[in-house]
């Protein structure tokens, strides 16, 4: 069964934790994208990978890391710096011809009190 | 800076009638122009997406129309159901010639359809 998987679905930590998400794909595609939904702003991108050992910010990157050293996997981690870090995050995957294509995990839903 | 702007914010439609949503963009490299849907608690889901050397697009009830010279596309929803009840996104894609290709989203539209 092909797809994203994103886990957990709900995370909860305390101010000045840092969190990793977790992002998997068997979908055999080199791109990978994490994004945060906010209510009334769309989808804003984080973090891009269009191969392994490679990735760009996205327009929402401070406060954030992350690490691309296998194809399937492009885990996020929410640091302590990111001020606002109470979300929902999403990965997406594509090819890298096909970049309005994205398939999109479940979301992982945070909350950082 | 890259945008896409989209309305309305939420939409109430009656079942049966025509959804409409509507974006524009000022970036002239946008290459593709998807629609995304999601349903509450889910990621979102490509739906229907048109170059821009198109004016029109049709997949079964949705459609969209492209207005290059506007720089305008719009999302139609035909015979709207309520299981089209979901929140819309439109977006654009551009091929960075350093920095990859990536999407840029809409703000969302949440369209209920009332019975």
Request: hydrophobic residues 30%.
């Amino acid at each position: 069964d092909g797809g994203i998987t994103q886990s957990p679905k709900y995370l909860f930590r305390k101010e000045g934790q840092n969190v990793t998400l977790s992002c998997e794909q068997n979908l055999n595609h080199d791109a990978m994208y994490w994004y945060r939904q906010d209510p009334g702003q769309g989808l804003r991108l984080i973090y891009y990978s269009q191969i392994v050992n490679d990735f760009q910010k996205g327009d929402i990157a401070e406060g954030y890391s992350v690490s691309r050293e296998k194809k399937e996997s492009f885990p996020l981690t929410v640091t302590s710096a990111q001020k606002n870090p109470t979300a929902f995050y999403l990965c997406a995957s594509s090819s890298p011809d096909r970049t309005y294509e994205q398939y999109f995990g479940p979301g992982t839903r945070l909350t950082v009190t | 800076q890259q945008q896409v702007k989209q309305s309305p914010q939420s939409l109430i439609v009656q079942k049966g009638g025509i959804s409409i949503i509507n974006c524009a963009y000022e970036n002239t490299a946008f290459d593709y122009f998807p629609w995304y849907q999601q349903f509450p608690g889910k990621g979102p889901a490509l739906l229907i997406a048109i170059r821009p050397d198109v004016s029109e697009k049709k997949e079964g009830r949705f459609t969209i129309s492209f207005n290059k010279s506007a720089k305008q596309f719009s999302l139609h929803i035909m015979d709207s159901q309520p299981g089209d009840s979901a929140t819309y996104f439109c977006a654009a894609s551009t091929r960075g010639e350093t920095s990859g290709s990536r999407l840029t989203f809409g703000e969302g539209t949440q369209l209920t359809v009332n019975p």
